[in-house]
């Protein structure tokens, strides 16, 4: 035991790899949010009228909202007023026009971060649209998807060169008063990514946008929205790292999915903000909306996400399975350490005929960590034959942590079938106690058997993502495993 | 008096103390205050989401006055022989000339307890939660109900029958206290009977206190079985001192609107504690149950089985709570909600939660919603046999994993006969 101790406290003390900041200029809003901050990011961004008016009524709406505290989560209160809602690096004026112009440092940055943008991205055949801070710096494949039809660029880029098809799915699925983070996202958002897939197309390439949050103090409120037509199909990645600060940064994000006929959307995310450190100081608060609408029949949606990093997690990636035979699938693996909190799960809304859906979440909680499952699986009225499995998992690693899963179901079809389970458990003993004797160290041996509790979602990403996400699994591990 | 609805007696002012107790007095003023604070629980309250109060607080109610039972009617009621030993409460209020009590333990109702002992310490400290209006409601105006106290090592052979009967449109509010010794041992069956015909029908708001001592052991059936129209508001708090064992089982096949709070606390080493259920809604019946087992200390094992069949109209909420302390290592707890959906009108919600907060745990719980199986079905008509008494075969062989599990014979015989009883006299198609 004491062997043990000793390692975690060693291992405790490694620290994020990720915290760098990266000195450029930034030009923004200063902190504070009234109309008038609406107003500015709305003139900032050249937005035609109807977008203001939708963003000011949002901005309306939130004024009446009051913060949620279902959560089982910790939350200390958001002053914001102290957030500043707008910050674009300082080159936007004469935007690069190819990678090559690219500020060499922003580029070192993604390097580190390994982001495969450059020769890297033709490598992995990546299509990168790379958010930095708020602004979309490079997109690249651009030319290669146009051939085929299928629009990507920044979420600005579509406002200005396809509004029809922004105005007409904008809001359509998390509607600007879902709830108080969307709403505030409604009103604020700076930018973000958008994606339409034509009908019958597939699109050639895996694509992928990196956030990142960099500049002290800002919020980041990004806004993805995707259409997929019908009988097209489309794999989305997404990633997140963030430098070190001390202050708890705000992230309220929110993710549109609309899959028409026969459509298939892949949403993958790995999440590895900064986790604050090990004393609990600083760290991102994470409030994520992200929501997929299966709004004709045949279409699916499958979530996976890998939640490493943030000091406070709060997303639940829902499908609302409104057409018939439609699928909704939501993988999960989140890691909590030091003192992390996460209530994280899904919402699979069961309203159209033969719907299914299936829920594998894995919570791993480490340190002080708070690990939570929140998940609902609803089966309206007339969804005849839906089918839900679901399926989560906690494992605890020391003895100051905690897990815990609230799984509500509600059913009113009595054609409707709907299991669900859940265990709970440490690391045993003696698989410890066998893999030692086999010669493999302590810790190899603990990374082995978290990543074979984690195989089931890990084997859902994509090849590169799911190398980063063992990888970030190791490396928040790091410190809490004895 | 009058009839009134419930909210206007949540409002009204306490009724001047007959006894001359201070601490009673004290308790209930301060319960009093509660209540009027946060009133019952709102619409809104995350533990009463499925459970809307809006037909209870409708519901015209009058206080208890005196009925005439007749003996016969009442043990053939609960299939009870005269010789049985039962304490019966008659909305609320002990019926000593229904009543055999045996002679060689502590045992008789509360309102004449109260009068010869401070029994304060099994009534504090209140609840505080916001939602815990009907405790409130309860300790500011309870009257009566089944004091029992048995010494260490007191073994009490014969099952001790409680039944409460409610006859009326009344509101009672029954308060109970079991406190076992060191090593003792009892046997409970608790009966919810009605005698207020079709028309009428009375709200419950029982309480329970329980202390089960080190290695002391309990065994305990609770059969409701109330009328079409009556409403019950039931509220359990046991205590678990090491080694303690208790195993209860519920059977909730009548009633209107039905709302179970089971909490208990793990408080000693070993402890071991079973609640089961089988939960049978039709018509219009709800029924909801919330059970919360707190794991405080080590190595202590808990085990839920909850079966439910919902047809009709009803509604059936089925909320489990394991928490798992820190510190409270060898934790072993195991949860499983079934249910069975038979009916497009009918719903199910079911919940079973965890939080854990130590990591040397077992700890796992299954839900499950489905149908009967359409095979099995299939399977017994070709045995000849039809469909409608096939379906009941198949109900009541999904509730039997249940009464399996109870200890006792001549319990699992009762709850056994009384489930028989409801399938014989169910209509299916």
Redesign the interface.
């Given at each position: 035991m004491s062997k043990q101790a000793s390692q975690i406290d060693q291992l405790v003390a490694a620290k994020y790899k990720y915290g760098f900041v990266t000195d450029i200029e930034t030009e923004g809003l200063p902190p504070g949010l009234d109309e008038s901050t609406v107003r500015a990011i709305s003139a900032f961004k050249q937005e035609p009228e109807w977008l203001l008016e939708w963003r000011l009524a949002a901005f309306q709406h939130w004024l009446t909202l009051t913060p949620p505290n279902?959560a089982k989560l910790d939350i200390l209160p958001i002053d914001f007023q102290a957030v500043s809602y707008y910050a674009a690096p300082i080159q936007d004026k004469d935007r690069p026009q190819s990678l090559d112009e690219v500020d060499p440092k922003l580029l070192e940055t993604y390097e580190k971060l390994g982001v495969p943008l450059h020769e890297r991205a033709r490598l992995a055949g990546v299509a990168v649209d790379a958010v930095f801070d708020s602004v979309s710096v490079g997109t690249t494949f651009k030319k290669e998807l146009a051939e085929v039809g299928v629009i990507f660029c920044s979420f600005s880029e579509a406002v200005q060169e396809h509004p029809e098809l922004v105005r007409q799915y904008l809001g359509s699925v998390v509607p600007v008063s879902d709830n108080f983070f969307a709403c505030l996202n409604s009103a604020v958002f700076s930018d973000g990514s958008f994606c339409y897939i034509p009908k019958g197309v597939r699109c050639p390439m895996e694509l992928s946008t990196y956030f990142r949050i960099n500049a002290a103090e800002t919020g980041q409120f990004e806004r993805t929205l995707i259409i997929a037509e019908e009988g097209s199909q489309v794999s989305y990645l997404e990633g997140c790292t963030a430098p070190m600060r001390d202050e708890n940064q705000l992230h309220a994000a929110v993710v549109e999915l609309i899959a028409l006929k026969d459509s298939y959307i892949k949403y993958s995310t790995v999440q590895n903000w900064y986790p604050g450190d090990e004393n609990g100081v600083g760290g991102i608060y994470n409030f994520v909306t992200k929501r997929a609408d299966c709004r004709e029949d045949g279409a699916k949606v499958s979530w996976t996400q890998v939640e490493t990093g943030s000091a406070l997690t709060w997303k639940y990636p829902s499908c609302v399975l409104r057409g018939d035979n439609t699928t909704g699938e939501f993988y999960s693996v989140a890691l909590t350490n030091n003192y992390q909190q996460a209530d994280t799960g899904t919402k699979m809304i069961h309203l159209g005929k033969n719907t299914r859906s299936k829920i594998i979440t894995k919570g791993i909680s480490a340190g002080h960590g708070q690990n939570t499952y929140r998940g609902l699986v609803h089966?309206g009225?007339n969804a005849t034959a839906a089918r839900n499995y679901s399926q989560c998992d906690?494992m605890?690693?020391?003895?100051?942590?905690?897990?815990?899963?609230?799984?509500?179901?509600?059913?009113?079809?009595?054609?409707?079938?709907?299991?669900?389970?859940?265990?709970?458990?440490?690391i045993g003993e003696d698989q410890l106690f066998y893999c030692l004797q086999r010669g493999i160290s302590e810790e190899d041996a603990i990374s082995m058997i978290v990543d074979g509790f984690c195989k089931e979602v890990f084997r859902e990403l994509p090849m590169e993502f799911a190398v980063e996400a063992k990888a970030l699994l190791e490396i928040s591990l790091e410190g809490a495993v004895g | 008096m009058a009839a009134l609805a419930l909210a206007e007696y949540v409002n009204a002012e306490l009724a001047a103390e007959t006894q001359s107790l201070s601490w009673l007095h004290d308790l209930r003023t301060q319960a009093q205050q509660s209540l009027q604070a946060h009133g019952l629980p709102a619409e809104g309250s995350?533990n009463w989401r499925y459970s809307s109060l809006r037909s209870l607080l409708r519901k015209p109610l009058s206080v208890s006055t005196d009925v005439i039972v007749d003996e016969q009617q009442l043990l053939s009621l609960v299939a009870l022989e005269k010789n049985d030993f039962r304490m019966v409460f008659v909305n609320g209020l002990y019926q000593a000339q229904l009543s055999l009590v045996p002679v060689d333990i502590q045992i008789s109702s509360l309102a004449t307890e109260l009068k010869q002992q401070n029994l304060s310490a099994y009534f504090t400290p209140l609840p505080e939660a916001v939602d815990a209006g009907f405790s409130w409601l309860n300790a500011s105006r309870f009257e009566d109900g089944l004091y029992i106290k048995l010494e260490d090592n007191q073994v009490v052979e014969q099952t001790i029958h409680l039944i409460q009967l409610s006859v009326g449109d009344v509101l009672s509010h029954g308060r109970h206290i079991i406190d076992l010794g060191a090593d003792s041992s009892l046997s409970l069956n608790e009966h919810f009977v009605d005698l207020s015909g079709v028309a009428a029908g009375g709200l419950l708001n029982t309480q329970m206190h329980i202390l089960v001592g080190k290695n002391a052991r309990m065994d305990w059936t609770r059969t409701q079985a109330l009328g079409s129209k009556s409403m019950l508001v039931d509220r359990v708090d046991c205590q678990l001192s090491k080694g303690a064992q208790l195993h209860c089982t519920h059977l909730d096949v009548g009633g209107l609107w039905i709302r179970h709070d089971f909490n208990v606390e793990l408080q000693g080493e070993h402890g071991f504690i079973q609640v089961d259920g089988v939960v049978l809604v039709r018509g219009r019946q709800h029924t909801d149950f919330h059970t919360r087992i707190d794991h405080q200390v080590e190595n202590c094992t808990s085990r839920e089985n909850f079966k439910c069949i919902a047809d009709g109209r009803g509604r059936g909420v089925y909320n489990g709570k394991i928490l798992v302390q820190?510190?409270a290592?060898g934790s072993d707890s195991a949860q499983k909600s079934a249910?069975l959906?038979?009916?497009?009108h009918?719903?199910?919600?079911?919940?079973?939660?965890?939080?854990?907060?130590?990591?040397?745990?077992?700890?796992?719980?299954?839900?499950?919603?489905?149908?009967l199986d359409e095979d099995a079905l299939y399977y017994l008509r070709t045995r000849g046999i039809d469909v409608p008494l096939g379906r009941k075969m198949l109900m009541r062989a999904f509730c039997q994993e249940v009464i399996d599990r109870v200890k006792a014979p001549v319990a699992r015989e009762q709850l056994a006969g009384k489930l028989d009883q409801v399938f014989t006299q169910m209509e299916i198609t």
């Open positions: 279902w089966v009225k906690s605890l690693i020391g003895k100051t942590c905690g897990a815990h899963t609230f799984p509500y179901i509600e059913v009113k079809n009595p054609t409707a079938q709907v299991e669900h389970e859940a265990t709970t458990s440490k | 995350e820190p510190g290592d249910n959906l038979l009916s497009p009918a719903e199910i919600d079911t919940k079973p939660d965890l939080e854990i907060l130590a990591d040397d745990v077992i700890a796992s719980h299954g839900a499950t919603v489905g149908q």
